[in-house]
């Protein structure tokens, strides 16, 4: 029993050390998720094309538009969670751009609707949310901008550098950088932070407008072919479960490493 107490207590303390790399693992304030990765990435980052919008958007977190048929549905992956053994808490989102901004709408199946934090860059990467990342310079995927969103709408953004691989709070992730003209709205179906019953879900309706990034050497607007890199995640919440669109070949949950975000390409076809 004295060994087993002993091994407990040296297994113990390598996990100790392995918390303690958490500022190289998650950015500012990210409780650092324990969870292994249980699948193998895929061998090729995903690709998208955003198709140009062929109808009015109303943003109003209703996935509803008929513009929104015209998107593919972008369905998440779950690297560091068995979903054969625990039922999937899905996302689909989509986008669609215009002359003027990107639209992005998430469509979260959720249990357990879980989001407080109503403050402009508060910690909502620790409660549902959804994330939008951007890197609109083909040239330089480095540079990228993150937009989390939680239940209640509430936006966390930033820009981040060094492809955010540096997690010293305040180095590679820059939550003072504020966007512009981002409209945001959410709905749900469930009662929010009560988690004695079942939820059913919530959306989060986006639109961005492209002059946020107009000094990042990206082409702004973007033209019709044009790359960018670009990720979508979602926080876990309460019982919930980290999940991506491009795997980030993270060992555990992290999302910051925009050397593996996904290709998004902005469509050719007039609508
Ligand atoms: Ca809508
Ligand atoms: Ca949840
Ligand atoms: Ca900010």
């Known amino acids: 029993m004295r060994t087993l107490l002993i091994l407990g207590v040296l297994v113990l303390g390598t996990l100790g050390s392995s918390t303690a790399q958490r500022p190289q693992d998650t950015p500012a304030g990210v409780p650092t998720p324990t969870s292994p990765r249980i699948q193998d990435p895929p061998a090729d980052v995903p690709t998208y094309v955003i198709p140009r919008?062929?109808?009015?958007?109303?943003?109003?977190?209703?996935?509803?538009d008929e513009a929104w048929n015209a998107a593919d549905p972008i369905e998440?992956?779950?690297?560091?969670?068995?979903?054969?053994?625990?039922?999937?808490?899905?996302?689909?989102?989509?986008?669609?751009?215009?002359?003027?901004?990107?639209?992005?709408?998430?469509?979260?199946?959720?249990?357990?609707?879980?989001?407080?934090?109503?403050?402009?860059d508060g910690p909502v990467y620790e409660e549902d949310s959804v994330g939008l990342f951007l890197a609109p310079n083909p040239h330089d995927t480095s540079v990228y901008f993150g937009f989390e969103m939680n239940i209640l709408g509430t936006l966390l953004d930033y820009v981040a550098y060094d492809g955010g691989e540096v997690r010293t709070p305040g180095e590679s992730i820059r939550?003072?950088?504020?966007?512009?003209?981002?409209?945001?709205?959410?709905?749900?179906?469930?009662?929010?932070?009560?988690?004695?019953?079942?939820?059913?879900?919530?959306?989060?309706?986006?639109?961005?407008?492209?002059?946020?990034f107009r000094h990042y050497g990206a082409r702004i607007p973007p033209q019709p072919g044009d790359l960018w890199h670009i990720n979508l995640i979602r926080n876990a919440g309460y019982k919930g479960q980290f999940s991506l669109w491009s795997d980030t070949r993270a060992e555990r949950p992290?999302?910051?490493?925009?050397?593996?975000?996904?290709?998004?390409s902005f469509s050719f076809r007039v609508p």
Do not use: M
């Open 254 to 264: 992290s999302f910051h490493h925009s050397a593996w975000f996904g290709i998004a």
């Open 175 to 212: 939550y003072e950088w504020r966007s512009e003209g981002v409209e945001i709205e959410t709905t749900y179906e469930g009662t929010l932070n009560d988690h004695s019953d079942i939820d059913e879900g919530w959306v989060v309706e986006a639109r961005i407008p492209f002059h946020n």
């Open 53 to 64: 919008r062929p109808g009015p958007i109303e943003i109003d977190g209703r996935a509803d």
């Open 76 to 120: 998440f992956t779950f690297p560091w969670n068995d979903v054969t053994l625990e039922e999937p808490q899905t996302t689909i989102a989509r986008l669609l751009y215009d002359d003027e901004a990107l639209y992005v709408v998430f469509e979260c199946v959720d249990p357990y609707l879980d989001s407080q934090v109503t403050e402009r």
